[in-house]
């Protein structure tokens, strides 16, 4: 019923910026607060949490690998949710993934599909 779309990946160099959205559909997600995330996996590699915001955007979380660098946001209708990328090295090469739990929950249930993002030295 939760329907997650990322978009923006691409190909950068070193330092360059990426923003990253993430589209939600579906009665879920539109009608009833929800957690969002980010997360990325490099090939070869686990799952690893990048950021989150609460269902009201008020409140956000990241790993101290990307803090100070990248940014988590919603939209106002809190549909959609982005993540900028600025800075960006090649360790950072992998692929993004966009989830979503509903509120009150602690396991991320809903999963987008991923988009690759490269950064070239």
């Known amino acids: 019923q939760v329907m997650l779309v990322e978009s923006g990946g691409g190909l950068v160099q070193a330092g360059g910026s990426l923003r990253l959205s993430c589209a939600a559909s579906g009665r879920t997600s539109s009608s009833y607060a929800m957690d969002m995330g980010w997360f990325r996996q490099a090939p070869g590699k686990e799952r690893k949490f990048v950021a989150s915001i609460g269902w009201s955007g008020s409140r956000t979380a990241y790993t101290d690998i990307v803090k100070g660098r990248f940014t988590i946001s919603r939209d106002g209708a809190k549909n959609t949710v982005f993540l900028q990328m600025n800075s960006l090295e090649p360790e950072d090469t992998a692929v993004y993934y966009c989830?979503?739990?509903?509120?009150?929950?602690?396991?991320?249930?809903?999963w987008g599909q991923g988009t690759q993002v490269t950064v070239s030295s």
């Open positions: 989830a979503a739990k509903v509120f009150g929950t602690t396991a991320y249930n809903y």
